[in-house]
């Protein structure tokens, strides 16, 4: 491609509102351009990346035996009414009326209609095990749509479903998708993990996220530095710590806290270590108040929460609930001589001598001990596992924290939409059975957009070869001299010549205004053509990522980009 022919808006300074830096340099680059909030025009530099990605996913799943399929992204309600997510879902499901006043959404998902492609057309359990799939543009009304393509409301999504005669056979389809996915991440130069999770609204019993780990990211995971267990702090299980039972209860005594609310300022104040604290949270799980406790410097996870209590909403109590609810101050908040259900975290069940409020202003307890203060009828595991907790598989194993961007999620979904749709088969038996499923998705803008979260410096994006729009820049310095001109057409053809995707920057423009552009839009390999160099027969070969530069004849400067493409390509 000419640059001078060709589309490139590049922006020098960062837009304003653009907070993530793969959003900034997407901007920049000219890669994309908001139309309206969360949703955004591919340009050309844009679409090859995305392109990129969208080969290298349906090459994977072609290989893993899916077959791609492209479904309608407006979806009638009925379809949605069936599986009861015409109600579950709010806002996010964009509705939309035709002039017959029929209604319909657009497809945040496909579990509905491909399962009504299947309950039409499946009939025997000689037509499964099957997996259909489709890349497509999705539509989800986010409320606060933000970073890009990391958070559109529109955006492009392969999404995948698997169909099998039992549950065996489902969880056969699940680990070739999830041998497929790591594949994917892996080509496209990636730094991933596959972690355990949750799977959310969606149903179903299992589940791995595959996260692209940056420090922007908005999920925090844990690792086990010893095994591997990996998973989502949502769903990271919590090991019991050790009881500590043989620790005497000394005598409840009530202290003077003026005015310290917060576990830190309330273990600042007495200098004993949040640790031996233990907080009251009050939540509002169905509209009905529920407390938990949980030792001081832990965190509430609500999902954890919310499955132990088995509620369809769960919220933080305001404090005007809490007031009414407990009769207690915010802040001076504790169990003796609540009637609330109380949940405890797991740990708790294990401290002794702890602090815990007075439920009355200005005063906490100090040695308090269940059984003998107040007894805890529920444990659960409910919190957040932190950093440096022991690992719940393995023996000595430490729990490390990263921070990741989900790019990929695949799902066991049982039976759920299969029986709400009705999609059965008949067995070997003649029997009429229901179909297993599974989904697995990937955010495809989220991909490249992840990729240059990873990938990028003070200058601007640096891809990897086998996602980058170009995998060669050629830079001609002075296109206006003879010289530099024809040394570069012939660059050019011959790379053009070997299959390689060549970006020439013919432009009449300043050599200094050529590199930034060629640094900001992150191609790989750039060879640099000036009339210098060429009197020595030579142009640069420069690497984006390591700012290493060569020397080199044409010849050479042409074999080596093609030997190191192809390398990048496993061609
Ligand atoms: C909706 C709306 C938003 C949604 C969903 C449905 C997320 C919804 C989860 C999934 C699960 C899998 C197939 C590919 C892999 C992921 N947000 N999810 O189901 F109606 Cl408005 O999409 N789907």
Not at 20 to 41: D, E, N, P
Not at 289 to 294: D, G, K, S
Not at 488 to 503: C, D, N, R
Request: aromatic fraction near 8%; charge should be negative.
């Amino acid at each position: 491609m000419r640059y001078s022919q060709y589309f490139i808006p590049t922006v020098k300074e960062t837009p304003a509102d653009a907070e993530v830096v793969s959003h900034q340099l997407m901007l920049r680059a000219g890669m994309v351009r908001k139309l309206a909030a969360g949703i955004y025009s591919y340009l050309p530099l844009g679409l090859r990346s995305i392109r990129k990605v969208e080969n290298i996913v349906r090459e994977e799943m072609d290989k893993a035996g899916a077959i791609e399929i492209l479904m309608p992204m407006v979806t009638p309600a009925e379809l949605w009414e069936e599986s009861g997510r015409w109600a579950q879902y709010g806002k996010e499901l964009l509705r939309i009326k035709d002039r017959k006043d029929n209604q319909f959404c657009l497809g945040p998902t496909h579990e509905e209609v491909v399962t009504d492609i299947v309950r039409r057309e499946i009939r025997s359990y000689r037509q499964m095990p099957l997996n259909l799939y489709q890349i497509q543009t999705k539509f989800r009304d986010e409320i606060r749509p933000r970073f890009g393509l990391m958070r559109g409301r529109e955006f492009i999504m392969k999404d995948a479903y698997s169909f099998d005669v039992d549950e065996k056979g489902a969880d056969a389809s699940y680990e070739k998708m999830y041998q497929a996915y790591r594949r994917i991440f892996e080509r496209c130069g990636l730094k991933f993990r596959a972690v355990e999770a949750d799977t959310g609204s969606i149903g179903g019993n299992w589940s791995h996220e595959f996260m692209v780990l940056a420090d922007s990211g908005e999920d925090a995971i844990v690792s086990c530095n010893n095994c591997n267990y990996a998973a989502n702090v949502e769903k990271a299980e919590s090991r019991v710590i050790k009881s500590a039972e043989h620790c005497e209860p000394r005598p409840l005594e009530k202290v003077h806290t003026p005015g310290k609310k917060s576990i830190q300022e309330v273990s600042d104040f007495l200098q004993i270590p949040a640790a031996a604290t233990v907080k009251m949270l009050v939540v509002m799980a169905d509209n009905k108040p529920v407390a938990t406790l949980l030792r001081g410097d832990h965190d509430l996870n609500e999902i954890k929460l919310k499955k132990v209590i088995g509620c369809d909403e769960l919220e933080m109590a305001t404090d005007e609930v809490i007031a009414k609810a407990t009769a207690a101050p915010v802040g001076f908040l504790g169990p003796i001589g609540q009637r609330l259900r109380i949940i405890a975290d797991t740990t708790v069940k294990g401290m002794r001598n702890f602090i815990v409020g007075a439920n009355e202003t200005d005063y906490h307890l100090k040695n308090v001990n269940h059984e003998r203060d107040f007894s805890i009828t529920e444990y659960a595991d409910i919190r957040n596992v932190t950093h440096g907790d022991s690992c719940p598989r393995c023996s000595g194993g430490m729990l490390e924290m990263w921070r990741g961007i989900e790019v990929g999620h695949v799902f066991k979904l049982g039976m759920k939409y299969s029986k709400a749709l009705n999609a059965t088969f008949l067995d070997p038996d003649g029997k009429e059975k229901i179909v297993f499923m599974g989904c697995y998705g990937i955010g495809i803008g989220r991909t490249v957009a992840s990729c240059i979260e990873q990938n990028h410096d003070e200058n601007g994006i640096i891809f990897p070869i086998p996602i980058a729009p170009f995998q060669c820049i050629i830079s001609a310095l002075n296109p206006k001299d003879d010289s530099v001109r024809l040394a570069s057409e012939e660059i050019y053809a011959k790379l053009l010549a070997l299959g390689l995707e060549v970006l020439y920057d013919d432009r009449d423009e300043r050599p200094g205004v050529k590199f930034k552009d060629a640094d900001l839009i992150g191609i790989p390999l750039r060879i640099v053509v000036g009339a210098k160099n060429l009197l020595e027969g030579r142009v640069e070969l420069k690497h984006r990522r390591s700012g290493a530069m060569e020397l080199l004849s044409i010849e050479e400067a042409v074999s080596s980009v093609n030997t190191i493409v192809k390398e990048a390509l496993g061609i």
